[in-house]
């Protein structure tokens, strides 16, 4: 079985707790008694409609960035502090227009034109380029590391573990960590 949708705390309580066997998520600073496995790097990307006064084909300047209205995505815990603190460091804020709970309403809302988000590169699908433009933002973000995250002492079952070497033989990345985000800590050895 899984579980999408919690927040970073929530999850490493879960996997301490067993409640889980481990996390998909953000590689940042983690408890010491947690394992990393690194799985991908994803660059940080502006979708904008392809049409209308919101609509953004090139990269723009941070500052231009901050005339747009933005879709906020709150239940994602680890990519709005990232972003509002990539913007701080340059005395900027952005203008908070809508915040949609799910990845896929976000995408429909800044295709219908009702502003711009940004998001994970990973998180665009082909069909999206179809209905959004999509910049990527690499020259003002630094990529974002995924990997999945377990405690270190725990047992896992043959089916966890037949999973896990799935995930990570499969994944499309080098297995190896990006550069680091915000905050980032090395993972452990």
Do not use: W
Not at 1 to 27: A, C, T, W
Not at 37 to 51: G, H, K
């Amino acid at each position: 079985r899984i579980n999408g949708g919690s927040l970073r705390e929530n999850l490493f309580e879960k996997i301490y707790s067993r409640q889980v066997d481990f996390g998909l998520m953000v590689i940042e600073s983690y408890p010491p008694e947690f394992k990393v496995d690194p799985l991908f790097c994803s660059d940080m990307v502006l979708i904008s409609p392809t049409s209308g006064p919101y609509a953004v084909p090139q990269l723009p300047s941070l500052e231009q960035l901050t005339q747009l209205p933005f879709i906020y995505h709150p239940d994602n815990s680890s990519l709005e502090p990232f972003i509002q603190h990539q913007f701080a460091r340059h005395g900027l804020t952005l203008r908070a227009g809508h915040m949609v709970s799910h990845c896929g309403a976000l995408k429909k809302y800044v295709a219908q034109g009702m502003g711009v988000a940004i998001i994970d590169g990973f998180a665009c699908t082909q069909e999206d380029r179809l209905s959004l433009n999509i910049v990527s933002l690499a020259s003002f973000f630094p990529q974002r590391s995924f990997g999945i995250v377990r405690r270190r002492d725990m047992y896992m079952a043959e089916h966890v573990e037949a999973f896990l070497r799935f995930l990570l033989n499969n994944s499309g990345g080098n297995g190896e960590s990006c550069a680091p985000d915000m905050g980032s800590v090395p993972p452990a050895a």
